[in-house]
């Protein structure tokens, strides 16, 4: 895939106030990806999906939906975009049918019922299709936001946190209509803070947070960074250093020399524990207890962020 469908130059966005909500952010998507953007909550994820999809304007910066402007040439670009807000808006009056419909005409494209009846179908809606949307579940109510989405065809489809507070039949349900998109050539970009999403799904993943694009790197080089642990011992009698016949470890010392922490690589086929176990043996060197914990995708960030600064 080297095909760019969407290109990001030097986008950012400061309010009126000053407080600036996005750093000159880079980033091109290829035709028929799925690429996931990373980042806690207030990271800039929505903001950039949203200057992208032409809700928000940009303080400076350039944008082009295939190969055209799409801050010059808005009706093009946006005609080409779907996106699935983290808020319902919809009429919870209307009936499931109605509402897609006119998200469809809301494009001046011409009527089509059999393709409006086969995204009600994919994302099982169809039988609900005579209710009113007030009468839905909140699961439901969210796989209206994505037909409503999906109505016009775009070639490009934006997911902003679309599985949060989602029951997991729904993510699932979600995640399958995401590939049959991507098999028919659509891109997908969504936005998430859960890593899990990212490796069910993405080809690539960037990383944003404070504003900044801190990388965008394969999901597979990724996911090897994540595979960090830590594994702590509780110290039988605290340390004031560690001697040097432990080189060969990845080990500090915290928790005022209570805790031995050692950190490895879960991915590798040694990882270095056993060996350790018994060199502290060897050096009468006694623990109370051990626990093992996954890097946090906070823990991903701290260090991203320690590296460029």
């Known amino acids: ?56 304007t940009p303080s400076s910066g350039t944008i ?21 807000p983290q808020e319902l808006s919809v009429d919870m009056f209307e009936t499931v049918l109605a509402t897609v419909t006119y998200s469809r005409r809301l494009f001046g494209l011409p009527a089509n019922p059999a393709h409006i009846e086969q995204v009600l179908r994919d994302l099982s809606l169809w039988d ?17 936001l994505i037909a409503k989405a999906l109505a016009h065809e775009p070639e490009i489809l934006f997911l902003d ?14 995640w399958k209509l995401v590939h049959r998109l991507r098999e028919h050539g659509t891109t997908i970009i969504l936005t998430t803070h ?50 040097g016949e432990l080189d060969d470890w ?7 020399g209570k805790t031995l922490r050692y950190v490895f690589d879960a991915t590798e086929e040694h990882t270095g524990i056993p060996s350790l176990l018994r060199k502290l043996a060897e050096l009468h060197i006694g623990f109370k207890d051990l626990e093992t914990s996954k890097s946090s995708l906070e823990d991903i960030f701290v260090d991203l962020v320690g590296e460029r600064a």
């Open 1 to 56: 895939m080297t095909d760019p469908i969407l290109s990001v130059a030097g986008v950012a966005k400061t309010y009126a106030g000053g407080t600036t909500a996005l750093h000159a952010v880079d980033l091109t998507i290829n035709k028929g990806e799925i690429f996931a953007l990373l980042g806690p909550n207030g990271a800039g994820k929505t903001t950039l999906i949203s200057i992208i999809c032409g809700i928000v």
């Open 64 to 84: 082009s939906v295939a190969g055209h402007d799409a801050i010059h040439d808005y009706k093009f670009a946006r005609r080409r975009v779907g996106l699935v």
């Open 128 to 144: 609900k299709r005579t209710a009113k949307i007030m009468t839905l579940s909140g699961g439901m109510k969210r796989r209206v």
């Open 161 to 174: 946190e679309p599985t949060a507070g989602v029951d997991v039949s729904l993510r699932r349900d979600m």
């Open 194 to 243: 859960y890593i899990e999403e990212a490796e069910e799904i993405a080809d690539r993943v960037g990383v944003i947070d404070k504003g900044k694009l801190l990388l965008v790197e394969d999901k597979a080089v990724l996911m090897r960074k994540l595979g960090k642990r830590e594994l702590d011992l509780t110290l039988a009698e605290p340390m004031a250093t560690l001697p």
């Open 250 to 256: 990845d080990l500090s010392l915290v928790n005022d």
